[in-house]
C-alpha cells in the first residue's frame, strides 16, 4: 500500500510537472483569450448597459437569459479602473 501511493503521487507530480513545461502558458492564452470573447461578445449585445448602444435591444433581449449569471462579474470587470500594469501581463526576460 505505501509504495503504490509513493508510486501514484510521483507518477501525478511528473505529469504536471510535465503538463507545466509543456502547454501550460498555451492553456493559460487560450483561457485569457476565450474571456477577452466573451467580454467582446457581451459588450455588443449588453453595451447599452454601460451607454454603448450597439445592437438594437430586440436581440439583447433574445439572449438576455442566457447570460444573467454572468451579468454582475463582466459589468464589474469592464467598469473597474485597469492599471498600466495589467497591460503587460508576460514576465520579461
Sequence with gaps: MKWGNRLRNLARTLGEVIYGMTVYEMVREVKKERKNLEDLFCLAVFGDLL???????????????????????????????????????????
Excluded at 451607454?51 to 430586440?58: A, K
Excluded at 433581449?61 to 463582466?74: D, G
Aim: proline share 14%; net charge negative.
Design 51 to 93: 451607454g454603448i448602444p450597439i445592437l438594437p435591444p430586440y436581440y439583447s433581449l433574445r439572449i438576455f437569459p442566457y447570460l444573467i449569471p454572468s451579468l454582475p462579474v463582466w459589468k464589474y470587470q469592464m467598469l473597474r479602473e485597469k492599471d498600466f500594469t495589467e497591460l503587460f501581463d508576460h514576465e520579461i526576460g
